[in-house]
């Protein structure tokens, strides 16, 4: 079984961690039949933390996750503490594949989506 791991910074304020848990709930409704698990995870201040994450995905039956950051650059966070909090899980469990993807940020179609954003403000000028 395949599953797809959201890994978002986490915040103090509720709000915008229940923002990233709808954002997962709208990803697993479109990736229906592509994995069978979608969640969000939390590198700090909100829960659950990413090695909870990764250990609920694996109790599910997940043979394989894919951790996809939800980061814009490829600061520390992306470099060096979500791998290290995923190595936790690989050791406890080196039968399951877990796999890291590119952050967000590095996405392709980042910049169409971000002129797609500022022009939907309709304060656009010629």
């Given at each position: 079984?395949?599953?797809?791991?959201v890994?978002?910074h986490?915040s103090?304020?509720?709000e915008?961690?229940d923002?990233?848990r709808a954002?997962?709930?709208?990803l697993?409704?479109q990736?229906?039949?592509?994995?069978?698990r979608?969640?969000?995870?939390?590198l700090e201040l909100?829960?659950p933390?990413?090695?909870?994450?990764?250990r609920?995905?694996i109790r599910e039956?997940?043979?394989?996750?894919?951790v996809?950051p939800?980061f814009?650059?490829?600061?520390?966070?992306?470099?060096t503490?979500?791998p290290a909090?995923i190595e936790?899980?690989?050791?406890?469990h080196?039968d399951?594949?877990i796999v890291?993807?590119?952050?967000?940020?590095?996405a392709?179609?980042l910049t169409?989506?971000l002129?797609?954003?500022a022009l939907?403000?309709?304060?656009?000028?010629?």
């Amino acid at each position: 079984m395949k599953a797809l791991l959201v890994v978002a910074h986490g915040s103090r304020r509720v709000e915008s961690n229940d923002e990233v848990r709808a954002l997962t709930g709208r990803l697993g409704a479109q990736a229906e039949g592509i994995y069978a698990r979608v969640e969000c995870a939390f590198l700090e201040l909100a829960e659950p933390s990413i090695p909870d994450g990764l250990r609920a995905a694996i109790r599910e039956g997940a043979t394989q996750v894919i951790v996809v950051p939800y980061f814009l650059s490829a600061g520390r966070h992306v470099v060096t503490d979500i791998p290290a909090e995923i190595e936790v899980v690989r050791k406890e469990h080196p039968d399951i594949d877990i796999v890291l993807a590119p952050y967000v940020g590095a996405a392709p179609g980042l910049t169409e989506l971000l002129l797609q954003q500022a022009l939907k403000t309709g304060r656009d000028s010629d």
